[in-house]
Every structure is written in C-alpha cells, then in structure tokens.
C-alpha cells in the first residue's frame, strides 16, 4: 500500500496538472518503498532520474498556463520549480559522484517540498485558471 494516496483535497482542477502530480506521489511513495524494503540506495538512481525528467516537462506546462493567464505570482512560483529541479540535479550529481545520498533525507525533502508546493502554490495557480476558465473541473 503506497504511504500517500492521491486525494482530491489537493487537486487544482487542471487535468493534466492534477494528473502530473499524482504521478510525482508515485514517485515518492516508490522512494519510500525502496526505503522500506532496504533497497532505497538502488531506487534513489531511478526516482532521481525520473524527477528529472517528469518535472522538468510538468513545470513547463504549469509555466505555460501561468503565462496564458498572466499569473501575477508567475516569477515567484518558476523560482520554486527552479529551486526544486537545482537540488534533484545535485542529489542526482552527488549520487553518480558514489558520494552518500541519503535516500530518507531526500524522501522527506520531496514529500515536504511536494505537499507544500501543491497545497500553497498550486492551490492559488487553481484559483487563478479557474477565475480564468481555464480549468477542467469546477
């Protein structure tokens, strides 16, 4: 059973944003597991990777619609993905270096960053599509 499951509670109304965070909590929840079993030093490569894939496409399209909008909160909220994609790039550094990565210290750094950045951040950019009609869902 996965530590973080998927809730409405924290969808923005945005499809495709909705859907790109649950997969960013799969992600979590699969550091986690790795964790739990002992394997999280062999997970952590892959959840690296796969963040920095994932997040850079997904910021682009948060970025975007922020852009279509207008968002007036635009320069501080791409600082925040900024910020987040630097420190996967030097966890995923220090990682290939065979420097020590503490899957635990970067489960929590995600899971904190994460859950803020969706309940504060992202919360407000829901306001602002749907005040600008463009979300999918009321």
């Not at 790795?34 to 690296?48: K, R």
């Not at 990682?95 to 859950?115: I, K, R, Y």
Request: charged share 25%.
């Amino acid at each position: 059973m996965p530590l973080f499951e998927w809730s409405d509670a924290i969808a923005i109304g945005n499809e495709q944003i909705d859907d790109d965070h649950k997969h960013l909590i799969g992600q979590i929840n699969k550091l986690f597991a790795g964790i739990s079993s002992g394997q999280g030093d062999q997970v952590l490569g892959e959840v690296l990777d796969e963040l920095l894939r994932y997040v850079e496409a997904h910021f682009q399209r948060e970025e975007a619609l922020m852009q279509q909008i207008d968002y007036p909160d635009y320069e501080w909220h791409k600082a925040a993905h900024d910020d987040l994609i630097t420190e996967v790039m030097e966890w995923r550094s220090q990682h290939d270096a065979g420097l020590m990565v503490s899957p635990m210290s970067v489960f929590c750094s995600l899971e904190e960053w994460l859950f803020h950045h969706i309940k504060v951040c992202d919360a407000n950019l829901g306001v602002a599509l749907r005040a600008a009609g463009r979300n999918d869902k009321p």
